[in-house]
């Protein structure tokens, strides 16, 4: 009955086991994956846009080909998740609409242009990178489906971070102009990424439920801090700085201590005034409309096996 379904979600959260789709769930719990599963697939597959802007037009055809196979893992990305999302009765297509009609959204971070090759590279590094801090943790979340998603998603995603340290690590050995460009991307994109983990704790409406329920492992600002840590030693490999000034090794706490991001500005981004909302959204619009036709074409044959198997 009712309460022993709900003494059994307990169980299970409690000690650190999964729900699987056929298990009895709170309605805010069920509510609560669909949103952040949505906007994690969501963010996938608009993030194949900036990178995308530079397949025509990497350096080289290995640089090309490495490029070309990270920007599909990302559509696979988001074809896992939505598969994940679909277990907790919702369909994709509907999931979609809410995409394009902005009720559902994205990851702020792709609403930055990519305006130079190194773009693709402080992508990698740092977008990847954050990426990563963030959701190796959600290999661990109480939700079995988006678990084992995440899994696979992970290991492509470290093979991504390394492909962006790597165009960096090129340029910053290259001439002064390449250097300057790689630096200058890094100068860019370092905010944008600290936002990514979302508003400050005290600020997070979904944090503490979601923590309860061991949907979320840290909250936004341990992973920050966590990220943080972790770049600066990278950026002394590549012989690139960031940008704060305040940056500074906190031997009491064993943490660096950096700039909080403009949070104002995540705010505004979020609300879809970001410098590219608009033109990921009517690209994703224009790509929508124009698989209309397969998509009918695919429902017309459905049909037509249905109606031929009918004896
Ligand atoms: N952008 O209460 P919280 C990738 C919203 S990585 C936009 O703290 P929560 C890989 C939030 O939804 C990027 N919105 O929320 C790749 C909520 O609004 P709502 C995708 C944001 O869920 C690399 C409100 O603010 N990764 O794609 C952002 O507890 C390169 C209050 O926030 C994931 O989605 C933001 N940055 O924590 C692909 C990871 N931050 O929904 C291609 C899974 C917050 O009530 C190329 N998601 N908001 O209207 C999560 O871990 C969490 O959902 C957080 C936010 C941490 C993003």
Known sequence: DGADVEAHFAAVIAA???IEPRDWMPEAYRKGLVRQIAQHAHSEIIGMQPEGNWLTRAPSLARKAILLAKVQDEAGHGLYLYAAAETLGVQRDELYRML???RQKYSSIFNYPTVTWADVGAIGWLVDGAAIVNQVPLCRC????YARA?????????????????ILYTLARGTDEQRAMAQDAVDRWWYPSLAMFGPPDAESTHSARSMAWKIKRFSNDELRQKFVDMTVQQAGVLGLTLPDDALAYDAGSGHWRYTAPDFAE???VIAGNGPCNRQRIDHRRRAYDDGAWVRESAAAYAAKRAREAVP
């Open 142 to 145: 109480s939700y079995g489906p």
């Open 266 to 268: 995540l705010a505004e």
């Open 100 to 102: 394009l009609s902005g």
């Open 16 to 18: 650190d086991q999964k």
């Open 150 to 166: 995440m899994i696979r998603i992970c290991k492509e995603e470290s093979f991504h971070q390394r492909q962006g340290f790597d």
